[in-house]
């Protein structure tokens, strides 16, 4: 038996000895209101800059960065401005109220913030006032011609995009809490709306050109808040509970060949929120011209939509693991999307909207996005799985799309094809007619 310094080695001195090297008083487990953390190494891999804020960050995860000091400087100007808003008294509810919520604040980061109260609480509160005054000078634009984080398009959309990383996150209810301290009491900016519709507003993009849904209490911070109103999560609740649609997912062919097959794509213009597809059998099938429909809501693919797309995968892969929706969603349409002839497709369709130019683009995109992926037991799309596998094994679905193809391309082919039919019936009606008369 190995021996050191003559004593018996035991599990206690070999934890001791092993504590040394480590810091002891890490959480080593997230709290219960843990909402934001870092994205795992394997999805930051596949696009790192898709979850790095480049311009401006807020909260703990990136402050202190040489690269973002010079929004900080920025951060000390809209405090500045923001002060006319309000009074001494104010700032100190506000500093009071981080104060009595700074263990609620920790808890809602995955990792140990290692900063000083004082250091917690400042870096707290001027990111805080900054988003606030940022989004009330947003509001009302008119008034803020000057400035040019507004005014400058490219700098406006940057600070839009870097919000909305998972890692760049404040806990929503610490900006909730003292926008109403600010301005719930006070009669003369009664105003200004929710801090929930100023978000909303603000966030708004042509992604989805859906309404904005009602308020919720549990909105965990902006992240969280844009897979809420791209979701609606109202309706994935009620299908996930149905048992039928519960089960692993099935292989479905891409665009091209489902096209092919007879399936028609069309725009769900009265989609309830990005992730509502259905499939619609037609309600006549004995037609033989009749076909079926996969409904999809149109997408807007512009230069920060990979973005926020990621950060909310992210968000779900850490935060709601059994409730997938958006991660489930982008494994069906990277499924329907292989090449660039499937992109056309949609985009003909009015399905995806394409404002970065480039087809190929979008199509990497989507065969990028489900890289080191997991997915909840539960998939809202499992019956949109069953139907195109069963739609796309009949085969006379195929011939109906062969006959449409060749002889119904347009009207003038239509007709063409429906006078010929007409004309052989004739003749042949009017070739028994002879043969009984003779």
Not at 118 to 123: R, V
Not at 142 to 167: C, H, M, T, W
């Amino acid at each position: 038996m190995e021996m050191e310094n003559n004593n018996l080695i035991t599990f206690a001195s070999i934890k001791e000895r092993k504590e040394l090297i480590l810091d002891i008083e890490e959480i080593l487990e997230p709290q219960a209101e843990c909402c934001i953390c870092r994205v795992p190494k394997d999805l930051r891999k596949v696009n790192e800059e898709a979850y790095t804020p480049q311009a401006i960050s807020i909260g703990p995860l990136h402050h202190g960065k040489a690269e973002l000091s010079y929004m900080e400087k920025q951060k000390i100007r809209y405090v500045t401005e923001f002060s006319k808003r309000i009074t001494e008294k104010t700032w100190q509810e506000f500093i009071n109220f981080i104060e009595e919520n700074e263990q609620r604040i920790r808890n809602c980061y995955a990792e140990m913030l290692k900063f000083e109260k004082i250091e917690l609480i400042a870096m707290i509160l001027y990111d805080a006032v900054f988003i606030i005054e940022y989004f009330l000078r947003w509001r009302h634009h008119a008034g803020f011609k000057s400035d040019f984080l507004l005014n400058n398009r490219p700098v406006r959309a940057s600070i839009r995009r870097y919000l909305q990383l998972l890692e760049n996150q404040l806990p929503y209810f610490v900006l909730k809490g003292l926008y109403k301290l600010a301005f719930d009491s006070r009669p003369n900016q009664k105003g200004n709306p929710s801090l929930f519709l100023l978000s909303c507003g603000f966030f708004y993009d042509s992604m989805f050109n859906g309404s904005i849904p009602e308020e919720v209490e549990v909105i965990e911070h902006f992240t969280d808040l844009r897979r809420y109103v791209i979701t609606k999560m109202h309706r994935y609740h009620a299908i996930a509970k149905a048992p039928k649609l519960r089960g692993a997912k099935k292989d479905i062919h891409c665009v091209v060949k489902l096209h092919e097959s007879g399936v028609i794509f069309r725009h769900f213009k009265d989609a309830e929120c990005l992730i509502d597809i259905r499939f619609k059998k037609p309600k006549l099938p004995q037609i033989i011209l009749a076909s079926s429909e996969l409904q999809i809501p149109r997408i807007g693919i512009y230069d920060g939509t990979e973005c926020l797309i990621r950060n909310v995968m992210a968000l779900e892969q850490c935060h709601y693991p059994q409730e997938t929706v958006m991660c489930n969603y982008i494994s069906l349409m990277d499924r329907l999307i292989d090449t660039e002839g499937d992109v056309n497709l949609l985009v003909e369709a009015g399905i995806i909207s394409n404002g970065v130019g480039d087809i190929a683009k979008i199509a990497k995109m989507f065969n990028q996005l489900c890289q080191h992926i997991s997915y909840s037991s539960a998939s809202c799309y499992y019956d949109v799985f069953m139907n195109l596998q069963a739609h796309y094994n009949d085969p006379w679905n195929h011939a109906k799309a062969t006959l449409k193809r060749v002889y119904f391309t347009n009207l003038w082919t239509g007709t063409g094809t429906i006078a010929a039919v007409v004309l052989l019936v004739l003749t042949l009606i009017q070739t028994i007619c002879s043969i009984r008369s003779v």
